[in-house]
T-cell receptor, first 115, second 113 residues
Framework: GIQVEQSPPDLILQEGANSTLRCNFS?????LQWFHQNPWGQLINLFY???GTKQNGRLSATTVATERYSLLYISSSQTTDSGVYFC?????????????????FGQGTILTVHP | EAQVTQNPRYLITVTGKKLTVTCSQN?????MSWYRQDPGLGLRQIYY???????DKGDVPEGYKVSRKEKRNFPLILESPSPNQTSLYFC????????????FGPGTRLTVT
């Protein structure tokens, strides 16, 4: 099945710093989403971005589908940005019985923002 | 408000006592699925449904059952829960099978003793 790798695995920042999280994937995708998992375990949708660039406040994301990677940018980080950031993709082609709609998640980036 | 809801949010139960985790969405979505999240293993799909009365296994279906009698509801049934089913469970839904944003419920934290 499709492989998803996120980097870095851990990131520690001071409040106000900027950061870039990366997601590499091994095959063509028809869905790519970025999530933030908060300390209560909830998965918060950040972006649906199978290609192109989007921005939402201090967050923005870019996916270069032809090169099979996506980047999540966090600017002027705040303590409330702490948590785990996941990239998840759905493969375009059904291989080996994998369901089309299944999201394959990366292992996440643990972000800690200190005041 | 468009949302996916799950109940209960937290549950502690004992081995062998049947339980159901409900999932409901108000967005008229065709596609619904269940995931479990475990430390070191990430999120894995349990079952999915492409529409009413159409369900299929995901990566880790053993020990679980599902049904899709109504478009909005997709309950997850544990007929005889075991401690290895202690996990954080998420329900998700989207308009279609491929190429659509998926919306996740708030999660259900299940502990089986």
């Amino acid at each position: 099945g499709i492989q998803v790798e996120q980097s870095p695995p851990d990131l520690i920042l001071q409040e106000g710093a900027n950061s870039t999280l990366r997601c590499n994937f091994s095959d063509s995708v028809n869905n790519l989403q970025w999530f933030h998992q908060n300390p209560w375990g909830q998965l918060i949708n950040l972006f649906y971005i199978p290609s192109g660039t989007k921005q939402n406040g201090r967050l923005s994301a870019t996916t270069v589908a032809t090169e099979r990677y996506s980047l999540l940018y966090i600017s002027s980080s705040q303590t409330t940005d702490s948590g785990v950031y996941f990239c998840a993709v759905a493969a375009t082609f059904n291989a080996g019985g994998t369901s089309y709609g299944k999201l394959t998640f990366g292992q996440g980036t643990i972000l800690t923002v200190h005041p | 408000e468009a949302q996916v809801t799950q109940n209960p949010r937290y549950l502690i139960t004992v081995t062998g006592k049947k339980l159901t985790v409900t999932c409901s969405q108000n967005m008229n979505h065709e596609y619904m699925s269940w995931y479990r999240q475990d430390p070191g293993l990430g999120l894995r799909q349990i079952y999915y449904s492409m529409n009413v009365e159409v369900t299929d296994k995901g990566d880790v279906p053993e020990g679980y059952k599902v049904s899709r009698k109504e478009k909005r509801n997709f309950p997850l049934i544990l007929e005889s829960p075991s401690p290895n089913q202690t996990s954080l469970y998420f329900c998700a839904s989207s308009h279609g099978l491929a190429g659509y944003e998926q919306y996740f419920g708030p999660g259900t934290r299940l502990t089986v003793t």
